[in-house]
């Protein structure tokens, strides 16, 4: 049987009247090239003095976006608005829920104090906390809080690039209920889910129950940043028993299938029958997950054999991972496997994969790959020259993206 090529016009058509898929064996699967966004570098970055180099710049541009579009054009992505969206998606009313949310509110606000940071001297953030622990006999308590409150340089709003910087030194109040003020003492911070715990030596309030009782946590400084009490219970079981939050980097970002329109949603299933899993929305350059061949618009539907519905599902499941690997006396800074079932869009099959990932407790890093646009005057358009000038070490080594030129 021949496999179905999305990317192909005609073969797209065949693909999507009678969903075809093939299963295949890891040695018979041919990865892709990765999708390299180019960039001029900042000391080509003058279209009087190197007009070859822009040339070439936008001759890779059209292909860069060629590739990116045919990407864009599988099944498994958001298209542009070829079809209406629902009411369903666009329009969500909220129902009377007044008297059960000020129960909860007045209930949790027991627990809830202010807290507030300084980097010798100077502000730096304001931020609420939960108590989460309280030993009577030595009158210390433990707050949970955003690891925003000690974050000292954040430099883009992609916390993806690893670029934030963290000063555990700095100056910690915590303001109790009854308006004293006390030190708060850093213990530890997670940059993946943005939590941080620190240690006062005062009784500020009732200890929170996160079982049932609270929603989750939410950062207003980090775009759409909410953990889930389900995920913030297993982040303070973990911290309370290894002092630490491992997590495993997987290389990859997700979106939700069950977070797109109900006809997008309705079209994949009539399609391939595919209605749950995660679609790969980024993949971080030199990655396993890159080098086993996992590109943009791929669905990973199993993790470890279990079926993964939203990014909530995985972090649970990836946290117990993390549990039983300790358990079972595992370090930090390892690496472990875990078995994926992968559907490539474009090619319309799907594979059974080990993925090695590490165990880690830091930010996990997801690089886009790039590449530079070196032409200067008198090389081909093509960007190929015998006088690369982005390889001079004396030169400055900074990123001009695409997007700078579209404005």
Known sequence: MEVAQVGDDQDESVAQ?????????????????????PYIPDELNDPTAYPATLAAFNEAHVKYKAKLGRRYRLFSLPSQPKLASSCLFNHRHI???????????LHAAKSIIRLSSSVDGKPLANC????????EESKTGIVLTTAHL???????????????????????????????????HYLYHQEHYDLAFFKCDDDGGSVIDLDGKVVGLVNKHLEKSFVPSS??????????????????????KFISIKLLDPIHIEKMWRMYKIEDGLIVKEVSKESHAEKLGIC???????????????????EKMLLGRCRDHLDQGGHLNEKINISIQVFHAEEGLRRNINLSVDVSDGGEVVNRRTYPITAIEGTSASGQSSQNVADDPCLPRRERTWDSYCT
Not at 17 to 37: C, Q, R, W, Y
Not at 239 to 251: M, S
Request: hydrophobic share 35%; proline share 4%; glycine share 6%.
């Open 296 to 314: 943009l618009g791929d669905i990973i539907e199993r993790f470890n054999g279990e079926l993964i519905s939203t990014t909530v599902e995985l």
């Open 95 to 105: 129902l009377p829920i007044r008297e059960s949310a000020q129960k909860a509110v």
């Open 128 to 135: 609420c906390g939960l108590w989460i622990k309280w030993d």
């Open 17 to 37: 009247s009678h969903g075809l898929t093939k299963a295949v064996e890891e040695d018979e699967f041919t990865p892709k090239s990765p999708i390299n966004m």
């Open 150 to 184: 000690i974050r000292s340089n954040h430099p883009t709003e992609n916390h993806w690039e690893g670029r934030d910087v963290y000063n555990i030194k700095s100056k910690v109040i915590v303001h109790l209920l009854d308006g004293n003020t006390a030190d708060g």
């Open 231 to 252: 995920i913030l219970d297993k982040c303070v079981d973990l911290w309370c028993k290894f002092r630490c939050i491992p997590q495993l980097h997987l290389g990859m």
